[in-house]
C-alpha cells in the first residue's frame, strides 16, 4: 500500500506539474496576444507618421517649389535691370563725349552721379518734362 501511496502522490504531482504547464501556456498565449495587440498598435502608428510626413514633405516640396520660381524670377530681373544699367552708363558717357565737343570745355558740363543708388550728402532736385525720356 506504501506503493500505492507513493503512486497516488506522484500521480499528485503530475497533476500538479500538468495545471502549472496548463497555466504557464494560457499564460503565455495571453502575453503573446498583448505582444501582437502592441505590435499593430504601433505599426498603425507607424503608418499614421508615415502619412503624416509624406503630406508635410508633399507641402514643403510646393514651397520650394514656389520660392524657386520667384527666385529664378527675381533672378531675371535683376539680370535684366543690370543690362538696363550698363546700357544707361554707356549712354552717358556717349552724351558726355558729345557734350565736351560741343561746350568745348569738360569743366562747363554738369557733373552727374555715375551711382544713382549712393546718395550724396547734397539734396538736387530731379525735373523732367513729358518728352525727355524716349528709348
Known sequence: MVKHSSSSSSEGDALLVDEKKRKRMLSNRESARRSRKRREEHIKDLNSQITFFRNNNREIAKKVN???????AVESENQRLL?????????LESLEIVS????????DLPQYNSQPWI???KSVPLM???GTFRF
Do not use: H, W
Open 83 to 91: 543690362r538696363v544699367r550698363d546700357e544707361l552708363t554707356k549712354r
Open 128 to 130: 523732367a518734362s513729358v
Open 100 to 107: 565736351s565737343y560741343v561746350c568745348g570745355n569738360p569743366e
Open 119 to 121: 546718395l550724396s550728402n
Open 66 to 72: 514656389s520660392i524657386s520660381q520667384k527666385f529664378m
